[in-house]
């Protein structure tokens, strides 16, 4: 059940750490975790091979549990760059995992050159599905439940850049490949989504400057504003 995880005790904060060339196997995924007002900026990771993965296996969390004395406010999580990820047979509950605060995004992330491969399997109730904000709570993928897309999900972030993804299905999964939500600035370029999706590939709430090239779904160039 291990991995490799930044938190969650994170008030003295993470700056310029980089990860590389490690292998995930029959465990939880790569977790980069802010819950308590510190900072998490300038990550690289690259080259990580995983199979048989438990939950998320991308997971980057900013909360404000605030449990450093004197916390306030939430923290930052910024300038992160993922790239080069393979995985294997991944839990259907969670798809990569990007999640900010209402009035605290996280920033300026990097996703590239990834390919997963997802057991599928989730339901047209399960797409229905509100994912809980969770502000206060513990940051672990499995506490927000079954989450409404099997493939990404991205909620209060700023500045996201994908390039290069493919995520694929074993089964058939009714709930969209994508979720943006209260998202700014966002960019996709090579793009492959293969579910055989009961509905829409995409699900865009509270979207802005949305710009795709070559995605499974979506016509190339600025996406309408999504209210």
Not at 110 to 126: C, M
Request: proline content about 6%.
């Amino acid at each position: 059940m291990g991995r490799i995880k930044l938190g969650t005790e994170s008030d003295g904060g993470y700056r310029n750490i980089a990860i590389t060339n490690c292998v995930f196997h029959h465990s939880r995924g790569l977790a980069l975790e802010q819950v308590d007002g510190g900072v998490l900026e300038d990550v690289v990771v690259s080259n990580l091979t995983m199979r048989e993965v438990l939950n998320a296996p991308l997971f980057l969390r900013l909360g404000a549990r605030l449990r450093a004395p004197g916390a306030k406010a939430a923290g930052v999580v910024r300038r992160i760059t993922i790239e080069g990820i393979n995985a294997f047979d991944v839990a259907r509950d969670h798809g990569i995992f990007i999640a900010g605060l209402p009035g605290h995004p996280i920033e300026d992330v990097v996703l590239s050159n990834i390919r997963i491969h997802f057991a599928g399997g989730g339901t047209a109730e399960d797409a229905q599905r509100t994912a809980p904000e969770m502000v206060s709570g513990y940051p672990e993928p499995h506490l927000f439940g079954v989450l409404p897309s099997w493939g990404l999900f991205a909620r209060h972030v700023s500045n996201l850049r994908v390039r290069g993804l493919e995520l694929l299905t074993r089964d058939a999964d009714a709930r969209p490949a994508v979720l943006l939500d209260d998202v700014d600035g966002a960019r996709f370029s090579s793009v492959e989504l293969n579910s055989r999706p009961a509905r829409s590939a995409w699900s865009l709430t509270n979207v802005r400057g949305l710009r795709v090239f070559d995605v499974t779904g979506l016509p190339d160039g600025d996406a309408p504003a999504k209210p």
